[in-house]
């Protein structure tokens, strides 16, 4: 099960970037990512935690690639283990991949799902033998990079040997959460 660092930049995306090309990184994809949340009709969420409300939401997911040019939409459903500090011990998600974005939202209007809230973010990813580093543009929100460990016994196995990594490159990101839940501070915003 891998398991990643979401932080915040405390530099431009057009500065990550230069950086991140000065030591070697390319390009590898570039996407539009449209995120519709919804949750069960009947859930009572005036009394829960952005957190919890998230729970229990399905994610309808767009996503219109550039390199290449594709189209791909899936439903998704992420299951987090957070401690009580908030940082993600673990996280695993289950999709299905669809052929259209209104079918998927008919289908889960269809059983009981109503929509939550829409996330939309631009993002970049670079790599550079194993590190792969999504760089991720919320409209009307932050600017944040994430990156996701890889298989087992590995140089980037670990949390640990990512936030390390990052220190190495020297990339400007705010150390003091390294575990940013994007869903749950847009959330915040419309409870």
Known sequence: MSNE?????????????GLLESKGFKVVDKYFLNDTYFIPRELK?????????????????DITEFMPERKIVKLTFKSKTIDNKGIILEQSKNECELTDAIEGK???QAIGYTELMNIHEID???EKEQLKIS????QGGDQLIEI?????????????????????????IDTNDYFVKKAEIELS???
Do not use: G, H
């Open 148 to 172: 996701e460990t890889v298989e087992e016994n590995s140089e980037l196995d670990t949390i640990e040997k990512i936030k390390q990594k990052i220190s190495e490159l020297q990339i400007p």
């Open 106 to 108: 008919k289908f889960l």
């Open 5 to 17: 660092i979401t932080v915040k930049l405390k530099c431009s995306i057009e500065e990550l970037s």
């Open 45 to 61: 969420i005036e009394d829960m935690t952005p957190r919890e409300i998230l729970r229990k939401a399905v994610l309808l997911r």
């Open 124 to 126: 970049i990813e670079y």
């Open 135 to 138: 760089i991720k543009d919320i």
């Open 189 to 191: 915003k419309i409870l």
